[in-house]
């Protein structure tokens, strides 16, 4: 069973200051990672995605990879009150019977206080 | 609009109750999941498919069915539905080619069994 694992939260920071988010793996033959974020009630929206070790920067976000440790973040910098949702990290089957699927971690919540 | 629909958004029904949940993608994708999500237990993912009429069981695919007979449209069957399938249902599609691509998901739909 490949697993991905997040920090279960719920987080909690105030407007301005750097979220992190962080998760782990547990398919070493993933290649592909991906944060996704959901407000309440909607459908998970792609945020970012990375695939090679080190850094990947969007905007205020930051992906990293390490893929020795099996471990992926994101950080949020100068979080707004906007930012406030459920984070899903994501890892995918890039082989095998299982290629194309993508495995979920649950999430963790976010809250940005103003 | 590039998108995944999927209808009905709401649905309530009674135990027993045959049911199918459309999922239509206008993207020619390739790759086509269900997933549903569950307080405390993040997306589990139900059935997947790598393409026309080429499917496979996910992470909980008991008391559901599948189909793939058309490239844009992926439905899920509950032939007898039962409470415990009470959740939120998403359908998702991904580009095959290219693992860096991430599922794009569909609005969800909520089922309540009673």
């Known amino acids: 069973q490949k697993e991905v694992e997040q920090n279960s939260g719920p987080l909690s920071v105030p407007e301005g200051a750097i979220a992190s988010l962080n998760c782990t793996y547990s398919?070493?033959?993933?290649?592909?990672f991906f944060w996704y974020r959901q407000y309440s009630g909607k459908s998970p929206e792609l945020i970012m995605f990375?695939?090679?070790?080190g850094d990947k920067e969007d905007g205020r976000f930051t992906a990293q990879l390490n893929k020795a440790s099996q471990y992926v973040s994101l950080l949020i910098r100068d979080s707004q009150p906007s930012d406030s949702a459920t984070y899903l990290c994501?890892?995918?089957?890039?082989?095998?019977?299982?290629?194309?699927?993508?495995?979920f971690g649950r999430g963790t919540q976010l809250t940005v206080w103003p | 609009e590039a998108q995944v629909t999927q209808n009905p958004r709401y649905l309530i029904t009674v135990t027993g109750k045959k049911l199918t949940v459309t999922c239509s993608q206008n993207?020619?994708?390739?790759?086509m999941s269900w997933y549903r999500q569950d307080p405390g237990l993040g997306l589990r993912q139900i059935y997947y498919?790598?393409?026309?009429?080429?499917?496979d069981k996910g992470d909980v695919p008991e008391g559901y069915k599948v189909s793939r007979k058309e490239k844009r449209n992926f439905p899920l069957i509950l032939e007898s539905p039962s409470p415990n399938q009470t959740s939120l249902y998403f359908c998702?599609?991904?580009?095959?080619?290219?693992?860096?691509?991430?599922?794009?998901f569909g609005s969800g739909t909520r089922l309540t069994v009673v």
């Open positions: 998702a599609s991904r580009i095959r080619d290219g693992a860096n691509y991430g599922y794009t």
């Open positions: 398919d070493r033959g993933s290649q592909s």
């Open positions: 990375i695939y090679s070790n």
């Open positions: 994501a890892a995918s089957a890039d082989r095998g019977s299982t290629l194309g699927r993508l495995y």
């Open positions: 993207m020619n994708h390739e790759y």
């Open positions: 498919s790598m393409n026309v009429e080429v499917t």
